[in-house]
C-alpha cells in the first residue's frame, strides 16, 4: 500500500540529535585518521563487519516508556580465524524511522554494518571483552535508562548492537560484528489507538481415518500417534491454549481439531499400524485429551470463537479445481453446517460460522464465490491480494464491502506475517517481536483515524512461532497505541470509502499457492466415493454408522492441511475409497457353481450374505435367464424377491425355473436397490437342463403297457391251471388230456420270451412340481454338478 510517509522528512528532535552525533564524529575524524594513518577507515570497518556475529536475544521491555531501564542480552561469536582482543559491545540508537516500509529494510539486512547508523551510548553502558577467541560465543546483558538513549519523539527506532574491536592483521578499533533490530517509543497514551484484532488459529493436521469398529462404541482410528504429542504438556497444540488464554484474541477453530480430541478423550481409540493392523491408543494419551479439551474450554469463556468448517476446506483449491466436478460444492456446506454443532457440543460455547479464510488471505472472483457458497459473507483476505490502489498515505480499515452482501476482512500482511520462519533461536524471536510491534506503532502514527486492523498469522504456527506470537501480544496489550477488539467487531465497523473493495482477477492469483492445490482428480475421486457412499447407505437400517465417519473423512480429504503433501493426500483419499469398498462388499451374494435341472420345472436358491453388524434391507435379488426361450425364471425372462438380512446371517433366496429344452443356459444373479440401482458384482452360474422328451415317455409308456398285459396273462394261465387240477382230482379226470411239453401256458405262469426287463424293471421317475423347500442353504458356494430341490 502507498505511504506518504515515505516521503516525509525526519522530526525537529532527531535532527538535533543527528546534528549533535554529526558534530562529534566530523571533531573526531582527523584525530582517528592522524592516529591510524587510514584516511579510508571507514571502509575498512564495513569489511571486517562480519567477522562476528552478534544476536540480540532478549530485548526488556520491548516497548518501553519514561522511567523503564532498557536490558538487551544475547552472544556475541567470533567467526574468524583470528583471535579479537580490546573488544566491547555496544548500544546505538539510530534516527525515527518514519515509514513502514524503512522497518522492513532494517529487517532485511539487520546484520549489514553499512546500514548502521548512531553513535554509540557509550559511558558505562557497554560491556567489554579482553578477547573473543575463534569460534566461542561470550554472553553479553547491557542495561540502559531510557533517559540515557536520548530518545526524542513518539515513534519508532533503530537500535543497533554493535561489537568493535581489534585483531592481529589489523590493529586498531573497528566495527566487527552488527545486530539491528527496532525499538518503539510510545511513553504516553495515543491521542486515538488503532482497534486490533488478533486472530488465534487453532488447527492441524488430518489425524482420523474413516474406520471405526464394529462394536456399539464405533471405536475411531487414528493414522497415528502425533496429535497426542501435540496435545501433551509442551507440545504445539498444548502452548497454544496455555499461551492464549491470557490474551486479548480471536480464537478460530477447526472443528475437526476438536472432534479428534473428543474421540481420544471420551473413549478408546486405535493407531493404525503397518500391513492394516491397529494398536489400542494409550491411556495416558486418553487422559491427556481429556486435560486439553477442559483447559481449551476455560481458555475460551468468554471469548470470541469463529468455527472454520469442518476440517479447513481448501477453498483455492475448490474454486479452480472442484467446482467442474459435480457435488463438490455441496460438501463445504455439509462441512459448514457441522461446524457449529460440534463446537458447541464439545466447548459448550456458541461460535460464530460467518467467516471463510481462503489460505494466506489470497483472493480472486472464483475463490470468493465458492467462500460465501455455504453461507459464509465475510471473507478473511489479505492486504497484499487486496492491494490498495488509491495511493493512500495509510493503511485503511479491515472492513470492505466488495458487492453481494459480502464483507472482506483484510488483515495487514505485514503484521500477519511478522511471525513466519525459524524461530527457534532467541535471535530470530526476539527480531520477530520487535518487527512486529515497530509495524504496529508505525501504523498508528500513519493518522489521526481510528481504524481497525486484522492480524491473521499463518494457520499452523509452531511451538516457537506461538511463543513470539504470545510475548508480542504481550507488549501490545500493555503498551500505549492499540486496542483489543474481536474480529465481528472489525468486520461491522465502518468501512474507509477510500480503500479498494476491488477483487484481483484470477490471473493475479500467486502461482507459487495455486501449485499446491489439490488437483480436479481430487475431486472426481472425492465424487466417486460419495457416490459409492450414497449407494451402500440406502440398504443400510443405521446409516448414521456410516455416513457420519465417511461424511467427515470426506471432509478432511478437501483440507487445506494437505498443501505440500500431495503423496500423502492421495494415499488417504484411496484409503478412504478402499475402506467403504471393503464395507460395501460385506454384503454380497455367494458364488454358485453349475446347477442341473432333471426336470420341467424346479427350485433354485442363490445365497445373500451379509457380514456387517447391522441388518440390511431396501434390496431386491434379481436371477435371470439369458436364453429365456430354453429356462424361464418364474414363468418369464427373469423374477425378482426382496432381500432383508440380519446383521451376520445368510439368507437362501429361491426362485422357481422351468425349462422348456435340453442343454446348458447361463443365469445371472445380480443385487439391486430398491430404486433400481445395481448393487455389487453380479454372480453368473450355469443351468444344465436334462428334461424328459416325449419320446422317452412314449417308451417308458409303452413298457408299463407290457407289465399290464404280462400279468394279465399270468393271471389267466394261473387260473386255468387250477382248473385243470380240479378236474384231474375230481370224477372226470379220465378224459382230461395232460399237460403238453412246451406248452406255453406250463404252470409257473412265465413266457417262455419273456424277459427280465420285460417284467418292466427301469428307472423311477419323480414328480415334476416342486415341493416346498425352506431348508437352509451353506452359505458356502455350491459344490460342482450340484442338483437342487425339486
Given amino acids: ?236 497444540l498444548a502452548q497454544m491454549v496455555d499461551l492464549g488464554k491470557d490474551l486479548d484474541i480471536t480464537w478460530v477453530i477447526d472443528p475437526d481439531l476438536l472432534a479428534s480430541v473428543d474421540a481420544m478423550a471420551v473413549g478408546n481409540y486405535r493407531i493404525q499400524g503397518p500391513g492394516g493392523t491397529s494398536t489400542p491408543g494409550s491411556r495416558e494419551n486418553q487422559a491427556i485429551a481429556k486435560q486439553w479439551l477442559a483447559s481449551l474450554q476455560k481458555a475460551v469463556a468468554g471469548k470470541e470463537v469463529v468455527a472454520l468448517p469442518f476440517a479447513d476446506p481448501d477453498l483455492a483449491s475448490l474454486a479452480h ?205 472425492i465424487a466417486r466415493t460419495q457416490s459409492k457412499l450414497d449407494g451402500f447407505r440406502v440398504v443400510l437400517t443405521d446409516q448414521s454408522r456410516v455416513v457420519t465417519p465417511f461424511g467427515r473423512a470426506i471432509n478432511r480429504e478437501m483440507s487445506v492441511s494437505w498443501r505440500g503433501r500431495g503423496g500423502e493426500a492421495d494415499r488417504y483419499r484411496g484409503a478412504v475409497e478402499a475402506w467403504l469398498d471393503e464395507l460395501a462388499d460385506q454384503v454380497k451374494l455367494i458364488d454358485k457353481s453349475e446347477t442341473k435341472l432333471s426336470g420341467r420345472s424346479a427350485t433354485i436358491p442363490v445365497t445373500v450374505q451379509n457380514n456387517l453388524v447391522q441388518p440390511v434391507g431396501h434390496l431386491v435379488l434379481r436371477l435371470e435367464s439369458t436364453m429365456p426361450t430354453r429356462l424361464k425364471i418364474g414363468g418369464k425372462a427373469y423374477d425378482e424377491q426382496p432381500v432383508e438380512i440380519s446383521g451376520g446371517h445368510s439368507q437362501s433366496v429361491k426362485f422357481t425355473t422351468s425349462a422348456n429344452a435340453n442343454g446348458r443356459v447361463a443365469v445371472i444373479a445380480q443385487l439391486y436397490t430398491e430404486d433400481g440401482v445395481r448393487y455389487g458384482e453380479p454372480v453368473t452360474f450355469d443351468v444344465k437342463v436334462t428334461e424328459v422328451t416325449p419320446t422317452v415317455m412314449l417308451v417308458i409308456g409303452g413298457g408299463v403297457l407290457l407289465l399290464v398285459l404280462a400279468g394279465f396273462r399270468m393271471y389267466t394261465q394261473r387260473k386255468r391251471a387250477a382248473a385243470r387240477q380240479a378236474g384231474d382230482d375230481g370224477p372226470g379226470t379220465a378224459g382230461e388230456e395232460p399237460d403238453e411239453p412246451g406248452n406255453p401256458e406250463a404252470p409257473g405262469g412265465r413266457l417262455p420270451e419273456e424277459s427280465d426287463s420285460a417284467t418292466g424293471a427301469g428307472d423311477p421317475v419323480q414328480p415334476s412340481d416342486p415341493a416346498p423347500d425352506t431348508a437352509p442353504e451353506s452359505a458356502d458356494p455350491s459344490g460342482t454338478g450340484e442338483r437342487v430341490d425339486r
Fill in 321 to 525: 479445481n472442484g467446482t467442474r466436478v459435480t457435488g463438490s460444492l455441496s460438501h463445504l456446506k455439509d462441512a459448514t453446517d457441522v461446524a457449529a454443532t460440534t463446537v458447541k457440543t464439545v466447548l459448550h460455547v456458541t461460535p460464530s460460522t460467518d467467516f471463510a479464510w481462503p489460505v494466506n488471505g489470497a483472493v480472486d472472483p472464483s475463490i470468493m464465490k465458492v467462500a460465501t457458497s455455504a453461507g459464509a459473507d465475510r471473507v478473511i483476505a489479505r492486504s497484499d491480494s487486496l492491494r490498495e490502489t488509491a495511493g493512500l498515505s495509510y493503511t485503511p480499515s479491515a472492513a470492505r464491502p466488495v458487492g453481494g452482501g459480502t464483507t472482506a476482512v483484510v488483515a495487514d500482511s505485514r503484521l500477519s506475517t511478522a511471525f513466519e520462519g525459524d524461530l527457534t533461536k532467541a535471535g530470530a524471536a526476539t527480531l520477530a517481536v520487535q518487527r512486529f510491534l515497530a509495524q504496529s506503532l508505525q501504523l498508528n502514527t500513519q493518522t489521526d483515524k481510528q481504524r481497525s486492523i486484522v492480524v491473521a498469522p499463518q494457520r499452523m504456527p509452531t511451538a516457537s512461532q506461538a511463543q513470539a506470537m504470545a510475548a508480542a501480544l504481550t507488549a501490545l496489550q500493555g503498551g500505549t497505541w492499540t486496542q483489543a477488539q474481536d474480529l465481528t467487531a472489525t468486520s461491522k465497523d465502518k468501512p474507509d470509502p477510500d480503500a479498494t473493495t476491488r477483487i484481483p482477477s484470477a490471473s493475479e492469483y500467486p502461482s507459487s499457492l495455486r501449485r499446491q492445490e489439490l488437483p480436479r482428480t481430487a475431486f472426481e475421486q
Fill in 1 to 236: 500500500m502507498a505511504e506518504a510517509a515515505d516521503f516525509q522528512g525526519t522530526s525537529a528532535s532527531p535532527a538535533r540529535r543527528w546534528l549533535r552525533r554529526a558534530g562529534a564524529l566530523l571533531a573526531g575524524t582527523p584525530l582517528l585518521a592522524g592516529v591510524l594513518q587510514l584516511p579510508a577507515a571507514g571502509p575498512a570497518q564495513a569489511a571486517g563487519s562480519d567477522t562476528v556475529s552478534v544476536s540480540v536475544d532478549s530485548l526488556s521491555p520491548s516497548a518501553p516508556t519514561d522511567g523503564d531501564t532498557l536490558t538487551v542480552s544475547g552472544t556475541v561469536t567470533n567467526n574468524g580465524r583470528q583471535t579479537v582482543t580490546d573488544a566491547h559491545v555496544g548500544l546505538r540508537v539510530g534516527p525515527s524511522l518514519t515509514t513502514r516500509s524503512a522497518i522492513d529494510s532494517v529487517t532485511r539486512h539487520s546484520d549489514e554494518a553499512q546500514g548502521g547508523s548512531g553513535t554509540e551510548v557509550g559511558g558505562k553502558y557497554e560491556e567489554d571483552f579482553d578477547k573473543l577467541a575463534p569460534g566461542v560465543a561470550e554472553h553479553f546483558s547491557i542495561s540502559v535508562p531510557t533517559d540515557k538513549l536520548d530518545l526524542g519523539e513518539d515513534g519508532v527506532y533503530e537500535l543497533d548492537v554493535a561489537l568493535s574491536g581489534q585483531t592481529s592483521a589489523q590493529q586498531w578499533d573497528q566495527l566487527l560484528g552488527i545486530r539491528r533490530t527496532l525499538l518503539p517509543w510510545q511513553p504516553s497514551d495515543a491521542d486515538t489507538k488503532t482497534k486490533t484484532t488478533f486472530l488465534w488459529p487453532l488447527l492441524s493436521a488430518v489425524h482420523m481415518s474413516a474406520k471405526t469398529g464394529a462394536g456399539d462404541l464405533q471405536t475411531p482410528e487414528f493414522l497415528d500417534d502425533g496429535l497426542a504429542k501435540e496435545l501433551a504438556p509442551g507440545g504445539r
